[in-house]
């Protein structure tokens, strides 16, 4: 399986404008526990460098743009995320690190389970472990 599994969105576009409607089980492949969205990061930071044990998520820059790179352990993807009508679906054992990000990026991102500190792997060494290299 390819490491960056892209989900392009079907845009409702008229001479108003465009939306995008997302529901659980369609567009997104799983039931939606939560969302959260990640906005005003500075310029040259970087954020995430961890993994999960079992969410699925779908990440979308709703605004502006930033770059992801996964990583199984065995290989490495990078991919921007540079459109509102562009999903990225993370799921399984992935290392992810989001960069670049610009001034007006705002990051979406749907969630298959409610927040738990415990389902991430915060420390390299210890994902490579679960990832059994
Ligand atoms: C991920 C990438 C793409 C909460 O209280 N609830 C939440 O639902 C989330 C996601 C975070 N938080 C708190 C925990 C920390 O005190 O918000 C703070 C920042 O979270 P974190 O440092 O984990 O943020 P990122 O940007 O490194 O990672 C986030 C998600 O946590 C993570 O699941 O895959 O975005």
Redesign the pocket.
């Known amino acids: 399986m390819s490491l960056t599994q892209i989900i392009k969105f079907p845009t409702h576009s008229d001479e108003r404008g465009s939306l995008i409607a997302l529901e659980g089980n369609d567009m997104i492949p799983f039931d939606i526990k939560?969302v959260?969205y990640?906005f005003g990061t500075q310029s040259g930071v970087s954020?995430?460098?961890?993994a999960?044990v079992h969410?699925k998520?779908v990440?979308v820059c709703v605004a502006g743009k930033c770059k992801m790179r996964l990583d199984n352990g065995r290989e490495q993807e990078e991919i921007w995320l540079d459109s509102p009508d562009k999903g990225l679906l993370?799921e399984g054992l992935i290392w992810?690190e989001?960069h670049e990000f610009s001034p007006d990026c705002v990051l979406m991102?749907f969630?298959s389970e409610s927040?738990d500190e415990s389902d991430?792997i915060r420390n390299y060494t210890e994902f490579l472990r679960q990832a059994g290299l």
């Open positions: 939560r959260y990640i954020r995430g460098f961890h999960h969410l998520q990440a993370i992810r989001m991102v969630a927040y991430y």
